[in-house]
Each structure stands twice: as C-alpha cells, then as structure tokens.
C-alpha cells in the first residue's frame, strides 16, 4: 500500500486545545427532552385533568384549591355514570352508523373514483366538476333542506330512515365528493399498464378493479377509512339536528344530553367523558399512521 | 496552507456496522484528490465527516494545519457541491450564490463582485435572476459548483456532481472541471464511483473498499501497479483479467499448462493480466494457457474477445478488429511476463516481487 | 403497445356511469337538490312542520340586514376567526418545530401532540367548562398561585368568547402539528447541510430555508381554519349556548338556533346562504393573496 505522507505540519491552534476526544459536558439524553416533556405535559393536560377528575368524589371537587390526586380512585363514578344514561344504546348507535358509512363510502367512492380515473365515458368531466362542487358548499347551507328531505324519507320509504332514527344519520353521509376525490387522485397513480395487462388477459372491467388496483389501494383505503371513522363518530351538529329520542343518540350527542342533566356532578360528568372518548382515542393511537396520512395527503395537496 | 489531513480516523455507527475503519490520508495543498470505490466503500463518509456533517468516532481530522474536529461545517472554511445540488429552491441563483457570503457578513459590494465574477466563469450570469425550478440539470449543477466557488474555500468538496447529468453533459462537465481546476488550483476532495471520472480527473486517486483504504497513488500507479487484486479489478474497462495459478518448481501453471519461470515462491497465486496485454492465438503453443472461445464482441476499433479457462474462469482480451472465431474454439492465450501480475492466493496483496519487473 | 382505453366506447360509457351512479345519486339528493332547496327556502317562509311555505321574496335577506343579533353574530365570529387561525397556526408551527427531530420517543410525543384531533368538540366542551371553572377549576387555582384573583371565564360575556379561543386552538393543535410536521420533513435534509455549510446558524437557517419552504402548508392551514373557523358551532353549544348575554352567538349557533328552535327556516336558510357567499369569497381573496405571494 502506499501512502504518501508529508512530513508533520505546525498546528496553528484555532481553539484553545483540541484532543482526539471532545471533553464536554454531556447528558446521558438529548437536551430536547427537556423541552419536549413539558411542552406535551401541557398539551395532554386537559385529558389528564379530565381523568383525574374522573376519579374523585364529589366532596373533593368541591375543593378550592382542587384536589390534585384522589385519595382514593373511585371507579364507582364510571358504573354510576353507565347506569344513569343509555350509553350502551350510545356506544351501539354510533358504531352501527359509522360501520354503515365507512362501507358505503368505501365502496360507492371506490366504485366511482375508479370510474373518474380509468373510464373515459360521455359526460365524465361535468359530472365530476358539478359533484365536487358540492366541497364547496358549507353543512349549514345543506343542513336544513337534507332535514326536509331526510323527514319525507322517514315518512315515505322506510320510518328507520326519517326523523329521530339512526338511519337518518347514515343517509346523507353514505357518498361524500372528498370521498371520490382522494380516491380518484390515487388510482391515478397506479401504473395503467397493470390495468391493460388484466385486460388483455380477459379481465372485465369491474374485475379489474377489484383483483387489481383494489388489492394495490390498501393505504389509500385505510388513510380514507381512518378520516371517514372520525368524522363520523364525532359528527354533533346533524345528530342534534335529526335525534331527540334517547335511544336513538349517539355518543357526542348522548354526552351532551348527559351533561344537561348531571351538569355540576363534576366526576360523574368527568367518567362520561372519558369512557366516550375512549374509543375514539384507542382507534386514533392504533391507526395513527393513517390519520396523520390523511391529514398530511390533504394539505400537501391542498 | 490548504492542506488536508485525515489522522486515524474512524466512524462506527451504533448496530456495529463500521463505515470507515482508520482512514489516513493527506491531500496536499490545490491537490485534486479522488476517493473512489464501489457503494458502502466509506468514500461519502470521508467527505461527510471532513465537512462536519458527521462526527468521527476516533481520529483527528485536520484542514489547513489545525484541528477541525470540534468546529460546526460553516467554521471550517469548505465549500461543496452535492450530488443533487441541494440548490435553495425559493431563491434565485443569485441568492443562491450569495447566501454563503452574507451568512459571514461580507459587504454587499463586495458580495456582488464576487457572485458576478463567479457566474461570468462559469457562464451562469445570464441567469442569476431565475429560481432553480427553472433551470436545467447541467445549469442547476454549474450553479451548485458557483455557490461552493464564490466563497474561495480553503478546500473544495464535491460528492458524485456528475452522476445526475446525462452521458454526454457529464463527459463536457468532466473537461469543464478539469479546466477549471487549472485556472483555480483549490484543494478539492471529489467523491465518485466511476472508475473513468477518476483516472481522467484525479492528480491522485484514493481507492476504498469496504471502510478500508485498498491504494492512493495516481493514476499511473494505479493502473500499473495495483496493491491488490480489489484495486486491479476494480480499475479499467474492461477490469484486468484475474485466474487462479499455481507456481510450481519455480514455474508458473495457469489453466494446466506451464506459462514462464515464476516471479514468486511456490505455491498457489492469483495471476493478473490486463485484456490489452494479452493475446489470442489459434494455435496453442508452448508457453500459453488453454482455452475456449465464448463469444467475440466487435467494437469497431477493435473486438472484445471473451474466452473460458480451465471451464471455470472468464477471460476477457483485446482483439484487432474483425476477429472472428467460433464459440468453442480451442485457443492459447499468450501473457507477457512483464505484465504478467502476481497476487496472493488467499489476501489478494500484490507479490512484493512486482517491483523489481520494469514496464 | 397503445392504450386500450382509447376512444370514447359505448360501453366504456355505459361502464363508467354503472360505477359513477351510486355516488351521483347518492351526493345529487343529499348534496347538490338541497343547495337549490335552500336557496328557494331563503325567499319562503317556513317552518319545517307545515307545508305552507309562503313566498316572501327578498324579505328574509332584509331582515338579516336589519337584524341586531344577526350583526352582532357577525362581529363575534370576526373576532374569533382573527384570533383562532393565526392562533393555531403558530402554536402548531411552535410544537412541530419541536418535534421535528428524531430522538428517543419522539413517536411518544408526537402522538400525543396529535391526538387532541380525536377529541370530539363536546368533550373538549366539557372538559373546558370544568378548567374553566370560577370557583373550582384548575385554571383559576393557577391564576391565584402567582398572584391574579379567579375568573368567571366562561360565565363572563367579555372573557367567554376568548376562552373558546383557547379552547379551540386546543382542539385544533393536533391537526396543524400533522400539517407542518410533514411540511418540515418534507424540506430535504441536503438544503439544512448546504446552509450549515454556508455557515448559517440553526435559528437563521430556520428562518430563512424552512420557513419560507412551508408557503404550501400555511396556505393550506389558513384556508382550511378560517372555514371552519366561520362554521364555528359544536364548542359553543357545548360551552355557552351562545351566552353569556350572545357574547359568544356566532353566526353558525344563530343559524341553527333560527331554524331548529324557532323554526323560522326560511331566514335561516338566507342565513346560510350569506354565510357561503361571504365563506367564498374570503377562499377565492386567501388563494389569489397566495398565489401572488407565492410569485415572488
């Protein structure tokens, strides 16, 4: 091996000394913990504050200043909280309305992003303009007349349609035009000549969508799933608007009815809360790969 | 003094994977000095660590005579270009050029003389008002090179500049830089993989393999007289021929037959010969090693004549032009002693002996 | 080998409305037949019960022009649109900045920055109003440990309006981290190390590369908030029902409150239609502010 080396220069000094091994004050962990630890403290406070509050009697949040830790955690707030409202109609309502919304959306939107994206057919690009005009359109806008037309549902096709029943939360929700948007925007994306090679093979068209760019639209599937899963649970307004009858509540709306009636009984208001929230929150932790994905594919794109 | 000093140096990553395994190497003052070698070889690792991106995990590294290792990159007076340019996209390509220099406070006269003087050598000044997005690749490249040029560094890096341009910009780019080079003699420091950027480019070339330093030396000493058989195969195209041999009473065998009296002490060796340097015949004669035809390659000046030795080895040569032989000929190939290679059987080191032979 | 998908087929278009008719039908009843619906409710009058729906022309439209409360809506949903966006904007900037670097639990910090997204509003509501509260909230017993005496919050029509500011931007933080979080790691990490290099401290490289690379997220923060921000409602009826004395009426809860409690839908509807009208045209002004700025 040869190395040419020139014989050992002068160091000028440029700091005052400098080893092989840097001597500085280090922590066993990065400096950044240090401002990230209080700042997500503070962010997740409220919930904590909520959980802790969940969990003491009612003497104790009588107390000025509060109570910083229970004496001792009384769970009987959340079998109490249980008993003195439906909140397994709540529960059961809300999951039976966004199960029914998620596959609607999932098909109808796949079914019709795909035709926007692959199928070049007469009329295709004013239906799709008009249909994604209606992005623009604010709920209030639409609240009132979908009431209207909601109520002859109830009254003229089926009465679990109309006023007062579940079935009017899913109705207007089963399609929505973001829905076929991002759906549309994705298939684009997968390659044609898959799509050309199944073809040729004899594929129908609806078989191509199905065994080919379905299986291949996983993420995009489960990024609209997680939004559609989110929106839905949480929707407050329309469930406002449609249901009054206890049974047929939902759980935001099945929370606030409860806040009317308990509204000083702090833990017991408290233990509400958490347990409606609970599956929200394990949902969002589990998936959050795609409601970051969701959020993240909207704005980028705009 | 612009001279750069790599003492020792080292870089392991926590899993245990060792990207640089005790680097030393000097390149001297507006010295044009090459790391080249195959992916995963420590080159860009050396280039990082040198410019402050990356912290050695032992070793001392040293620019201009002082120690560098506790300075961030923007103290230790370097200036590269990156593979993908890394041009600041909402500028425009006066900015860009700029940047470096308001970031160290130079007045803004003086900033102007130096970006126009910059964007004139390098035929970028009709330019300076558009953004990055609006360039094309070879633009965007001579941008990239003006930014690192303005600042008149001490030395100069550039990580693989070439590889995103097309073949016949990158061969104009290469006598560009070579040029250039000669008008402003800075200590440069260039990453590549490509063995031709390196032989035509380099006043001396660093081979690396693996994290480890295979030879530096030029591109004489490369090509001429490999340290081992990583670096002979690794350099010239096509790569010099390698075939199991074993020395034998003083003679050498290669393919079964007796070649020439033996450079080395007996035993199993690892013979070299550069497709130039040897030669096909149809008859086999005393002297040769056997083989059979593969396939014949014409290339219009001349053929690329690839023959099988001993029904294992592959063996490419250099023919005159509309050579034809059958596949499956029986041929000899004749090795010139003097540029006959012997290397280690079992490490690959080139035989000390090779010295002694005159070229 | 050419396309397959090449002229316009009779089939083809069969096909394409077989797949598209679902979604059509579906969004054409429950979308696109009610906007024309609201709009021929803004010139009746109705009361969602009765099929008398007399027509009364541009009389709705007047009365909201008149309309005190209606005025009064308008002022209170300004102010919180101007307080609430750039609000949430920076405090989501502040955190993703922070957390946009890849230490230990990093992923531990960053989904509890996000998760305040899957907080329903009336959760937040609910857990603000007991935060809040004047005589045994948190907030308050902070506030006297260093020295101010305890406020009425949400009790109180000058303090209401901003406590739900507070409490939106809350609610709204998870959301714009996700967004600039993905900006900033969508700066590539080669432009930070040319700057290094240029000798560009941490701060001056923050202000001058990342952040005017993150132009497509802000503008994508600032239109998407100030819509829902001029949509604001779930929060306020879970809060103060538009209280105390309609300091915190936005023009959303006046809406829902015209048209579901006093079932006077037609004024409702003209409502609604004011607000669309005035929602475009802020996103048409934010787009064209953008795109000139963006030209620079």
């Known amino acids: 091996m040869t190395t040419t080396e020139l014989p050992p220069t002068e160091t000028v000094a440029r700091e005052a000394s400098s080893p092989p091994r840097e001597r500085k004050f280090r922590l066993p962990f990065s400096p950044w913990h240090l401002v990230l630890i209080p700042m997500t403290f503070v962010l997740i406070l409220p919930l904590l504050w909520m959980l802790v509050t969940s969990l003491e009697t009612e003497s104790e949040t009588n107390r000025f200043p509060p109570v910083l830790l229970p004496e001792r955690p009384r769970f009987e707030n959340y079998t109490e909280a249980w008993a003195a409202a439906p909140f397994g109609h709540f529960f059961l309502n809300s999951a039976m309305v966004t199960v029914v919304v998620l596959i609607s959306n999932l098909v109808v939107c796949s079914l019709a992003g795909y035709a926007f994206a692959r199928i070049r057919f007469l009329g295709r690009g004013a239906l799709f303009v008009t249909l994604m005009a209606t992005l623009m359109v604010p709920f209030q806008v639409t609240m009132i007349p979908v009431f209207l037309i909601v109520k002859w549902f109830g009254d003229n096709v089926w009465e679990g349609l109309g006023i007062d029943h579940i079935g009017a939360l899913m109705l207007p929700n089963l399609a929505t035009a973001f829905g076929i948007f991002f759906l549309r925007q994705f298939f684009q994306t997968v390659p044609v000549e898959l799509e050309e090679a199944a073809r040729v093979d004899g594929t129908s068209r609806l078989g191509v969508l199905f065994k080919i760019v379905l299986p291949l639209s996983l993420p995009a599937m489960s990024t609209l799933a997680a939004l559609t899963v989110l929106t839905s649970w949480n929707d407050f307004l329309w469930p406002l608007i449609v249901i009054t009858s206890q049974d047929q509540m939902t759980i935001p709306l099945g929370l606030s009815y409860f806040q009317g009636a308990h509204r000083v009984k702090w833990p017991l208001l408290m233990a509400a809360n958490v347990m409606s929230l609970l599956p929200m929150l394990l949902v969002f932790i589990g998936a959050q790969r795609y409601f970051v994905q969701s959020v993240a594919s909207t704005g980028i794109k705009g | 003094m612009a001279e750069v000093e790599f003492r020792d140096v080292t870089r392991k990553y926590a899993g245990g994977t060792v990207a640089l395994k005790g680097l030393n190497l000097t390149v001297g003052d507006g010295e044009f000095l090459i790391l080249v070698g195959p992916s995963g070889c420590g080159k860009s690792t050396a280039l990082r660590l040198l410019a402050g991106l990356d912290k050695p995990t032992t070793g001392e590294i040293r620019i201009g005579g002082a120690v560098v290792n506790g300075l961030a990159p923007g103290e230790r007076d370097i200036a590269m270009v990156f593979q993908n340019y890394a041009l600041y996209p909402h500028m425009t390509v006066y900015r860009n050029l700029a940047y470096g220099l308001r970031q160290r406070r130079t007045p803004r006269d003086e900033v102007e003389r130096r970006v126009r003087e910059t964007a004139a050598l390098l035929e970028i000044d009709e330019l300076l008002d558009r953004k990055p997005g609006q360039l094309s690749g070879g633009q965007r490249q001579r941008v990239a090179m003006g930014r690192a040029l303005v600042r008149k560094p001490q030395a100069f890096l550039l990580d693989e500049p070439l590889s995103n341009l097309d073949a016949k910009l990158r061969n104009q780019v290469r006598g560009d830089l070579k040029r250039l080079h000669r008008e402003l003699p800075v200590t440069s420091i260039y990453v590549t993989h490509d063995q031709v950027e390196a032989m035509t480019l380099g006043d001396r070339l660093c081979v690396m393999s693996r994290g480890e330093v295979q030879q530096i030396g030029t591109t004489d000493d490369i090509y001429n007289r490999p340290a081992n058989t990583f670096v002979a195969a690794f350099m010239g195209s096509p790569p010099m021929n390698l075939l199991p041999g074993v020395v034998r009473d003083g003679t050498l065998h290669v393919g079964g037959a007796a070649i020439t009296a033996a450079a080395t002490p007996n035993g199993p060796v690892t013979v070299g010969a550069r497709p130039e340097h040897l030669e096909v015949h149809t008859t086999v004669a005393d002297g040769m090693v056997p083989a059979r035809i593969d396939f014949v390659e014409p290339l219009g000046s001349h053929a690329l004549v690839t023959a099988i030795v001993d029904d294992e080895t592959r063996v490419i040569v250099h023919a005159p032009a509309g050579t034809q032989l059958d596949p499956g000929t029986r041929v000899g190939l004749a090795l010139p002693p003097e540029r006959t290679y012997y290397f280690d059987a079992v490490t690959g080191d080139a035989h000390r002996s090779r010295e002694r032979i005159t070229l | ?296």
């Not at chain 3, 609430?84 to 904007?89: D, E, L």
């Not at chain 3, 919050?153 to 901003?162: C, E, H, K, R, V």
């Not at chain 3, 040319?194 to 990342?210: L, N, Q, V, Y």
């Not at chain 3, 239109?223 to 009826?237: G, H, M, P, R």
């Open chain 3, 1 to 296: 080998m050419p396309s397959l998908l090449g002229r316009l087929s009779r089939t083809d278009t069969a096909a394409g409305w077989a797949l598209a008719s679902p979604a059509a039908v579906l969004i054409g009843i429950f979308g696109l037949l009610p906007v024309l619906m609201s709009l021929q409710l803004s010139f009746q009058q109705s009361d969602l019960l009765r099929p008398q729906t007399p027509w009364v022309g541009l009389a709705n439209y007047r009365k909201l022009a008149e309309d005190p409360v209606f005025v009064e809506a308008i002022k209170h949903t300004i102010v919180y649109t101007a307080l609430f966006v750039p609000g949430t904007m920076l405090v989501g900037l502040f955190v993703a900045a922070a957390m946009n670097r890849s230490v230990r639990f990093i992923s531990v910090y960053r989904t509890a920055a996000y998760i305040t997204m899957a907080v329903s509003t009336i959760s937040q509501g609910i857990i603000f109003l007991w935060l809040t509260d004047r005589d045994y909230g948190l907030v308050n017993a902070g506030l006297n440990a260093v020295g101010i005496s305890s406020q009425p919050f949400l009790a109180s029509p000058s303090q209401a309006l901003y406590v739900i500011v507070a409490m939106t931007i809350w609610g709204w933080t998870g959301f714009s981290v996700i967004v600039y979080l993905a900006a900033l790691q969508g700066v590539p990490a080669e432009l930070h190390e040319a700057a290094m290099i240029d000798g560009a401290s941490a701060f001056t490289r923050f202000r001058t590369i990342t952040v005017p690379l993150l132009g497509p997220a802000n503008l994508f923060l600032l239109v998407w908030l100030t819509i829902n921000a001029l949509q604001l409602f779930d929060e306020v009826y879970a809060t103060t029902r538009g209280g105390p004395l309609r300091a915190t009426t936005v023009i959303v809860y006046y809406l829902w409150d015209r048209a579901f409690v006093h079932f006077d839908a037609g004024y409702a509807a003209a409502m609604a239609y004011a607000l669309f009208v005035v929602i475009l045209i802020i996103t048409a002004v934010q787009f064209r502010l953008a795109r000139k700025h963006v030209q620079n």
